[in-house]
C-alpha cells in the first residue's frame, strides 16, 4: 500500500531568516525552482513570500507547488504583570489575524508555532544553555492553559493545527521539557511539530523512543539531520543555536547521524499522512542549496518509497 505523505521544504537551505546574510542575495524564485525540479511537492514560509494568501498562491502556483506552512512566533510562555490567561490569549489571536488567514486562503492544515518569548534562538552571543524556563507547576500550568485556548481558537476560526515546535534555546527543548508539555495540553487542542534535529540536540541521542511516545500528537515533521561531532564542540564550548548553525550542526537527511529508516517506519507504522519537510539552517556558501536539498529529497523519496 502507498504510504500517503508528502514531502516538502523549507526555504532555509536557500536562504536564511534569522541570519540574513546567508542566501540573502538568492531570489525566492530561485529556491521555487530548483525545489520543484529536484521534486519537492511544496514549501514552507520564510521572510521573502508574499505576505497576503491570494498573492502567495498565485507564486506557488506559478511552479506548481503547494503551501506546507508557516512559521508562526507566538509569545504564549510569558504574561505581562497583571495580565490574565484570558487577556495574553486575546492579544495573541489579535496578533494572528493576518498569518493564520494567508496560511487558511492557500489551504494549510497545521501552522509551525515556535514559542519566542524569552527565547535565545537569535541571540548569537547568547549560549542555548541560557534559554528561558518555567519556575514552577504554576507557570507551565498557566502556559498550558494558554496554549489550549489559542490552539482551540486556531481550529475553531482557520480550520488550522496548532504544531508546537519544540526548539533549542527556548522553553521546551529536551525530552523531559516535551514530555511535560504534551502530558499538561489536551490532544485535541495541541499538537506537536517533531522535529528530528532539534530533538537529537536537545538530548534525546535516538529520536525515535521520543516521537513513539508522542505519536499520536505528530502533525508535523522537519527532517533535519545532524553532525555529532559538532554538537559535541557545541555543549563543551557553550555556543549559541546560530553559532551551531553557522559551524554545521545541522544537515539535511542523509548526511548525518540520525537513522531516517527508523524514524519513517515509525511514523508509517502509526498511519502518519502529513507532510515530511526538509529543513536544515545552513550556510550556502558552505553547503551548496541545489545540491543538498536535492541529497535530502533523494533520500526521504528513496525511503518513502521502500516503505510504501
Same mark, same amino acid.
Given at each position: 500500500?502507498?504510504?500517503?505523505?508528502?514531502? +516538502?521544504?523549507?526555504?532555509?537551505?536557500?536562504?536564511?531568516?534569522?541570519?540574513?546574510?546567508?542566501? +540573502?542575495?538568492?531570489?525566492? !524564485?530561485?529556491?521555487?525552482?530548483? *525545489?520543484?525540479?529536484?521534486?519537492?511537492?511544496?514549501?514552507?514560509? *520564510?521572510?521573502?513570500?508574499?505576505?497576503?494568501?491570494?498573492?502567495?498562491?498565485?507564486?506557488?502556483?506559478?511552479?506548481?507547488? $503547494?503551501?506546507?506552512? *508557516?512559521?508562526?512566533?507566538?509569545?504564549?510562555?510569558?504574561?505581562?504583570?497583571?495580565?490574565?490567561?484570558?487577556?495574553?490569549?486575546?492579544?495573541?489571536?489579535? $496578533?494572528?489575524?493576518?498569518?493564520?488567514?494567508?496560511? =487558511?486562503?492557500?489551504?494549510?492544515?497545521?501552522?509551525?508555532?515556535?514559542?519566542?518569548?524569552?527565547?535565545?534562538?537569535?541571540?548569537?552571543?547568547?549560549?542555548?544553555?541560557? $534559554?528561558?524556563?518555567?519556575?514552577?507547576?504554576?507557570?507551565?500550568?498557566?502556559?498550558?492553559? $494558554?496554549?489550549?485556548?489559542?490552539? !482551540?481558537?486556531?481550529?475553531?476560526?482557520?480550520?488550522?493545527?496548532?504544531?508546537?515546535?519544540?526548539?533549542?534555546?527556548?522553553?521546551?527543548?529536551?525530552?523531559?521539557?516535551?514530555?511535560?508539555?504534551?502530558?499538561?495540553?489536551?490532544?485535541?487542542?495541541?499538537?506537536?511539530?517533531?522535529?528530528?534535529?532539534?530533538?537529537?540536540?536537545?538530548?534525546?541521542?535516538?529520536?525515535?523512543?521520543?516521537?513513539?511516545?508522542?505519536?499520536?500528537?505528530?502533525?508535523?515533521?522537519?527532517?533535519?539531520?545532524?553532525?555529532?561531532?559538532?554538537?559535541?564542540?557545541?555543549?563543551?564550548?557553550?555556543?549559541?543555536?546560530?553559532?551551531?548553525?553557522?559551524?554545521?550542526?545541522?544537515?539535511?537527511? *542523509?548526511?548525518?547521524?540520525?537513522?531516517?529508516?527508523?524514524?519513517?517506519?515509525?511514523?508509517?507504522?502509526?498511519?502518519?499522512? +502529513?507532510?515530511?519537510?526538509?529543513?536544515?539552517? =545552513?550556510?550556502?556558501?558552505?553547503?551548496?542549496?541545489?545540491?543538498?536539498?536535492?541529497?535530502?529529497?533523494?533520500?526521504?523519496?528513496?525511503?518513502?518509497?521502500?516503505?510504501?
Amino acid at each position: 500500500m502507498t504510504w500517503n505523505v508528502n514531502i +516538502g521544504i523549507n526555504p532555509i537551505s536557500w536562504f536564511n531568516d534569522d541570519m540574513p546574510a546567508l542566501g +540573502g542575495e538568492t531570489p525566492l !524564485e530561485t529556491a521555487l525552482r530548483e *525545489g520543484k525540479e529536484i521534486g519537492y511537492e511544496g514549501f514552507e514560509l *520564510g521572510n521573502k513570500f508574499p505576505k497576503e494568501g491570494p498573492a502567495l498562491k498565485a507564486k506557488l502556483d506559478e511552479y506548481g507547488l $503547494r503551501c506546507v506552512s *508557516g512559521w508562526y512566533s507566538g509569545f504564549l510562555a510569558e504574561v505581562e504583570p497583571g495580565q490574565s490567561n484570558a487577556d495574553a490569549v486575546a492579544a495573541e489571536i489579535e $496578533r494572528c489575524k493576518a498569518h493564520m488567514s494567508k496560511l =487558511q486562503y492557500n489551504s494549510v492544515k497545521v501552522v509551525v508555532y515556535g514559542e519566542c518569548a524569552g527565547t535565545v534562538q537569535g541571540q548569537i552571543d547568547t549560549p542555548v544553555t541560557k $534559554r528561558p524556563s518555567f519556575a514552577n507547576d504554576a507557570q507551565w500550568a498557566g502556559y498550558a492553559e $494558554r496554549l489550549n485556548a489559542f490552539g !482551540e481558537h486556531l481550529l475553531k476560526t482557520y480550520g488550522i493545527k496548532l504544531a508546537y515546535h519544540h526548539h533549542m534555546g527556548a522553553y521546551v527543548e529536551s525530552p523531559a521539557d516535551i514530555d511535560k508539555l504534551m502530558d499538561l495540553t489536551d490532544p485535541a487542542k495541541v499538537f506537536l511539530l517533531f522535529d528530528t534535529g532539534h530533538a537529537f540536540y536537545g538530548g534525546a541521542a535516538d529520536p525515535v523512543p521520543l516521537l513513539t511516545k508522542h505519536l499520536k500528537r505528530v502533525v508535523h515533521v522537519h527532517c533535519k539531520d545532524v553532525r555529532v561531532p559538532v554538537i559535541a564542540q557545541a555543549r563543551n564550548d557553550q555556543w549559541s543555536f546560530l553559532n551551531g548553525v553557522l559551524n554545521g550542526i545541522f544537515t539535511v537527511p *542523509g548526511d548525518g547521524s540520525i537513522d531516517y529508516r527508523a524514524v519513517l517506519s515509525t511514523l508509517k507504522n502509526a498511519g502518519y499522512e +502529513g507532510w515530511l519537510v526538509v529543513e536544515a539552517e =545552513q550556510d550556502p556558501a558552505v553547503a551548496p542549496s541545489y545540491a543538498y536539498a536535492k541529497k535530502g529529497y533523494e533520500t526521504l523519496r528513496a525511503l518513502v518509497n521502500e516503505l510504501s
